[in-house]
């Protein structure tokens, strides 16, 4: 779900960046200015992103190539979903791809679909494995604790 001030600043900065957007079609300018706010959410978030990948080399010091792995899938997931927002852009007649950007782009899509959500998926696994091996050295009672993740 987009909010109405997230519309309307990625509009202005449309307008401002975009060369032709005013001259689109109002279909066009929508999926110009959904593409645009996901972008924009995932850009609100650099420094954070910077910061996991700081601690990349350290993650794989103390749990080995598998967390370093993991870390990366869910990089790897937000590319999905940030290439799927561009990308449903281009693709005005053929409903099959644009679903699955759709599936992509926003959470529980695809399951009121009755299709699998290979990013919710994707992501639940890397959470998964992250607190399988986290957790326990934090505290071995970590474990114990109910609703985290997708670690069995």
Known sequence: ??????ISAAE???LQSYEGFDHL??????????AQVVLDRANAHN????EL?????????FFG?????????????????????????????????????????WEGWAEAG???DRVAKALADAVGVAE?????VISPDALNVTGLGAAS
């Open 12 to 14: 202005k900065r449309l």
């Open 47 to 50: 420094e954070i992103w910077a």
């Open 65 to 105: 190539k598998e967390m370093d792995e993991n870390i990366r899938q869910i990089w790897k997931q937000r590319a999905r979903v940030l290439v799927s927002s561009e990308s449903a852009v281009d693709v005005p007649d053929d409903h099959e791809f644009l679903t699955q950007c759709k599936d992509d782009i």
């Open 53 to 61: 990948f700081a601690c990349l080399p350290l993650a794989r010091a």
């Open 114 to 116: 009755g299709r699998p």
């Open 132 to 136: 399988s091996r986290i957790l326990p």
């Open 25 to 34: 079609s109002d279909a066009q300018k929508r999926k110009v200015t959904t």
């Open 1 to 6: 779900m987009q909010i109405g001030h997230e």
